[in-house]
C-alpha cells in the first residue's frame, strides 16, 4: 500500500517541490512505527493494530472531508458534536418500545448529518457568517440534542448493523470494517480532490475566492457542498463510533475537533486555504493515530497525551509557517 | 435574522425606523435592553417564583465568573484576535488555587493574608499562559485559532494532570472559611443579605475597564488597531504589544475568574470551566462586539451576560413550572451564539452600505 501512496502525485496548486512534504510525513510515519516496535512488543501485536486501524479510520474519515473545507478557507469545528448526536440518536431509536430495525438505522444517521451540514453551510454561505464561530455554535446545539435524547444517560446498543460497521473484521484477510469504509472514502474524495473539475474549483476558491467567482465558479454552492459533506462524514464516523463503543451517549467523541484539525494540518492543508491534499492528510491521520497509539504502549497515559495534542497543534503550525518563510 | 435588506438599502437608510436604530445603530445597549426586559417578562408569566429576591441572588451569584472572563475576551476580540482557551486557564488555574492553598496553609501563613496571596497567585498563572498565547501569536505569527486552541488542549491536559498526581485533589475541596467568605459573602451583611460581594467585584471591574477603553491612551490604540491594523502601525501604534497585551489580559482575567468559581463552589477540580469558551463568546458577541474587531463596549457585553444569566436561570424554574427540560440549555445557547453572530454579521454590513451611499 505503501509505495502506491509514495507515487501518488501531490494535487497542491503550488509546486515548488512536488511530494516533499507528503514523502517526509510518511517517512516520519515509517520511523515511528518502527520506533514504536521496539519499544513496546505489544505495539505490533494483531490486536493492538486492528484497534489502532479502527481508531484511525473513525477520526481519518472526518479529517477527509474537513481537508476539503479547510482547503476552501472555511473550518468545521461541530464534527464532535455532530458524532456524538448521531451515537444518541442511534442508540435512542434503536431502544425505543417498537424499536426501529437495524437497517434502517444506517440511513437515518447519515441523514442525520444532512440537515446538520445543510445549516453550518447556509449560515455560513447565506449569511456569510464566521465558519468557527458558526460551528462551535452548531457543535452545542447538536450536542445540546444528545442531552435532551438521552437526558443524560448512556444507552447501550448491541445491535447487529451497527456492530458489523463498528466492530467487525473481514474474516481470512483480518481486515476491520471501518478501514475499509475508510479507504473507500478517502479514494472518493482522493478522486474528487485531484481528478475532478470540481476540486479544481476547490483550490481555485481557497486560493483567491474574489478570483474564483470572477472567472464564474459558484463560490457558495462549492462551500455549501463542503459543508454538507463534512456533516455527512461525521454522521458516518458516528456510526462507526456506535458500532465500535456500542453505547451512544452525549459525551461521544468530546474534544475530537482537535484531533482531526491537528491532523489536517499536519497533513500540509494551511488554515488559510488553497493549500493541502487527500494524501497530505493521509499521511496526517495516520502520524497521530501511531502517535496517540505508541505513546499510550508505552505508558503515558491520556492526560499526558492531551498535553502533548495542544504542543502538537502549535508546533506544526509553526513549522509550516517557517517552511514557508525560509524554505527549508 | 435575515432582514438584512438587500435591495433598496438607500431608501432605508434614509428613513430610519425604529427597528433599525435597534439592530443597526451605534449601540446595541438599547436592543439589548429591550431584549433583557422581554425575558425577564417572559419568564415572570411563565413561572411562579421568577420575581423573587432568590433569583435575583441566584443570578447573581451565577454570572460574575462569565461576566469576569468576558472583560478579557472582549479586549482580545476589539483588537481582532479570538482567544478558545479561557476556559481550560480558568480550570487550570482553579487546581492551582487547591494547590497553593494548601501550600500556603502548611507554610504557616496567616489566613488574612492567605486570599490575597491566593489570588496573586492565580492571576499570575492566567498572566503566563495568556503571555505564552500572546507570544506565540505575535511573535511566532500562528493564527490566534489555532494557537488558543493548542492551548486549550494543554492546560487542560496539565490541569488534569494535576489532578492525577496530587492527594490533595482527589477531592479538590477548600474549606478555611477566610477563602470562601470572599465569594460567598453578602452586603451589606450576613443577616440582610441581598447583595452578593462577588457582585460588587463585577462592578468594580468593570468600572475599571469600561475606563481604560474610553479614556486611557491603551484604549485608544486598542480599537485604533481592531478597526484597521495597518493604519494602526502607519501611525505608530506598536501592533504586536496591544495584540499581546489583550491576551495577557484574557488570560489574567481567566485565572481571577477560577479563584472565584474556587471559592464559591469550595472545591477545584480540573473540568471547572469545561466549555466556558462558548458562554464568554456569545456573551461577549451578543453584546455587541463586533468579530471583526474594533466596535463594541462592555455596557453591552455586562446586559448580555445578565441575558445570559437569566436565561439559564430562567430555564431551571421552566422545568420546575412547564416541565421543559433543563437539558435543552445547550441547545438554547448554540442557537443564540449564531443569532449573535448573524446580527453582528448584518451590522457589519449595514454599516459597509452607509459608507458606500456616503461616498
Known sequence: MGDALHAAPDHGPKKRSPVSTTLILFIVL?????????????????????????????????????????????????????????????AYLYNLPHPVPGWALV?????????????????????????????????????GLGYVLTKSRSILIMEDVTGFIGRTVIPGIQIPIPLVLFLLVFIALFWLLARSKFGRKVYCIGANQAA?????????????????????????????????????????????????????????????GGKGTIMGTLAGVLILGVLYNGFTMIGFRYVHIRVFQGILLILIVALYEMREKKRF | MSGTPAAGGHERLSRRGIGDVLLYGKSMVPALGLLLAIL????????????????????????????????????VLLAGGLDLSVGSILGFTAVNVVLFHDWFVKLGIPAVWLPWLVILCSLGIGIALG?????????????????????????????????????????GRITDPVFLNMARAYLPDAKTAIVPITLVYVIVLYVVAIMVLRYSRYGRNLFAVGSNEYAARLAGINVRRVKFSTYVISG???????????????????DAGLGLEMDVITAVVLGGVSMAGGKGSLYGVII???????????????????????????????????????IDAARIMATKRRQVVRQ
Do not use: H
Not at chain 1, 108 to 132: K, S, V
Not at chain 2, 141 to 152: A, F, S, W
Not at chain 2, 325 to 342: N, Q
Open chain 1, 30 to 90: 515509517a520511523v515511528m512505527v518502527a520506533a514504536f516496535s521496539v519499544l513496546s512488543r505489544d505495539f505490533s501485536s494483531f490486536l493492538n493494530i486492528s484497534t489502532m486501524l479502527t481508531n484511525i479510520s473513525f477520526s481519518g474519515i472526518v479529517a477527509g472531508a474537513l481537508t476539503l473545507v479547510m482547503i476552501t478557507g472555511g473550518l468545521d469545528i461541530s464534527v464532535g458534536g455532530n458524532i456524538a448526536l448521531t451515537s444518541c440518536l442511534v
Open chain 1, 107 to 143: 440511513p437515518i444517521a447519515l441523514a442525520l448529518g444532512a440537515p446538520i451540514g445543510t445549516f453550518n453551510g447556509l449560515f455560513i454561505t447565506r449569511l456569510d457568517l464566521n465558519p468557527i464561530i458558526t460551528t462551535l455554535g452548531t457543535m452545542a446545539v447538536t450536542r
Open chain 1, 212 to 272: 474564483a467567482r470572477a472567472s464564474g465558479i459558484r463560490v457558495k454552492r462549492v462551500k455549501f457542498l463542503l459543508y454538507l459533506m463534512s456533516g455527512v462524514a461525521a454522521s458516518l464516523s458516528g456510526l462507526i463510533l456506535t458500532g465500535q463503543t456500542a453505547v451512544g451517549m452525549p459525551q461521544q467523541a468530546d474534544g475530537m475537533e482537535l484531533d482531526v484539525i491537528t491532523a489536517v494540518l499536519l497533513g500540509g492543508t494551511a488554515l488559510s
Open chain 2, 40 to 75: 425577564v417578562l417572559f419568564f415572570g408569566f411563565m413561572t411562579k417564583n421568577f420575581f423573587t429576591l432568590g433569583t435575583f441572588k441566584a443570578i447573581f451569584s451565577n454570572i460574575p465568573v462569565i461576566a469576569v472572563v468576558s472583560i478579557g475576551m472582549t479586549f
Open chain 2, 131 to 171: 503571555a505564552i498565547n500572546g507570544l506565540i501569536i505575535t511573535r511566532i505569527g500562528i493564527n490566534p485559532v489555532i494557537t488558543t486552541l493548542g492551548m486549550l488542549a494543554l492546560a487542560r491536559g496539565m490541569a488534569s494532570w494535576f489532578a492525577l498526581g496530587f492527594e490533595i485533589l482527589k477531592t
Open chain 2, 252 to 270: 489574567a482575567s481567566a485565572g481571577l475568574a477560577g479563584a472565584i468559581l474556587v471559592a464559591q463552589l469550595s472545591l477545584g477540580r480540573d
Open chain 2, 304 to 342: 448580555a451576560v445578565i441575558i445570559l444569566g437569566v436565561i439559564r436561570n430562567g430555564m431551571v424554574q421552566l422545568q420546575a413550572a412547564i416541565g421543559l427540560s433543563y437539558y435543552w440549555r445547550d441547545v438554547v445557547k448554540g442557537l443564540i451564539l449564531i443569532l449573535a453572530i448573524a
